[in-house]
């Protein structure tokens, strides 16, 4: 984890908060006149995000068409599972690069269940959740810039059973080494955050790390 805290980009933080104040808008808006410049005020956001990322409008956009109302943090929740002292990763399908078994959570499903049934859907293998390590937000993260807010969960989970058998979702399963580590997926995964599960492995009595 880096020594000094990180902050987002405050263009970023700006276009996300327009963003959320225009759902919010939209939302609970009771005229046309409102809701044509709550839909100005969504575009402006729109195109602020696209030019601090690199990422397309049509590619953000449906995000929050999908999830007008009151806005709130997505949540991204890490396993972290260990065999003879080297870590599970998946290569994920959208860049090619490693990180630990995970994604967002799902609706009727507690925040430990997701760590389990995303780890057996990616990977073959049954884990039971030991403790949540840490909290973080991932603006405040050595991640690429994004035009979503997420928190990020991570679980320190130990291997229950099951076998290897790589799910539809990525590429390819495996333990790995802390000095060998893959190519990592830097919208999923720091070096630092593998760092803090082995941290936690290590040292059972450390307290949860939150931001």
Aim: aromatic share 10%; charged share 30%; net charge positive.
């Amino acid at each position: 984890m880096p020594k000094k805290p990180i902050k987002e980009n405050a263009w970023l933080g700006r276009a996300k908060r327009i963003m959320a104040l225009a759902q919010t808008g939209l939302a609970y808006a009771d005229n046309d006149y409102e809701r044509d410049r709550y839909k100005e005020l969504e575009e402006i956001s729109l195109k602020m995000m696209s030019e601090l990322t690199g990422t397309t409008i049509p590619k953000i956009r449906p995000f929050f068409e999908e999830n007008r109302g009151y806005q709130t943090p997505k949540v991204d929740v890490r396993a972290g599972v260990f065999r003879d002292g080297k870590i599970l990763l998946v290569r994920e399908k959208a860049d090619g690069r490693w990180a630990p078994p995970g994604g967002f959570a799902d609706i009727g499903y507690s925040p430990a269940r997701t760590a389990v049934k995303e780890t057996r859907e990616e990977t073959g293998l049954k884990v039971e959740p030991i403790r949540l390590i840490a909290v973080l937000d991932k603006a405040l993260h050595p991640h690429p810039p994004s035009p979503f807010h997420i928190y990020k969960l991570m679980f320190l989970c130990r291997e229950r059973g099951g076998t290897i058998d790589k799910g539809w979702e990525v590429m390819d399963v495996g333990f790995f080494d802390r000095k060998k580590l893959p190519p990592l997926s830097k919208e999923r995964i720091t070096r630092g955050q593998i760092g803090l599960f082995y941290k936690f492995l290590e040292h059972p009595e450390l307290e949860t790390l939150f931001d």
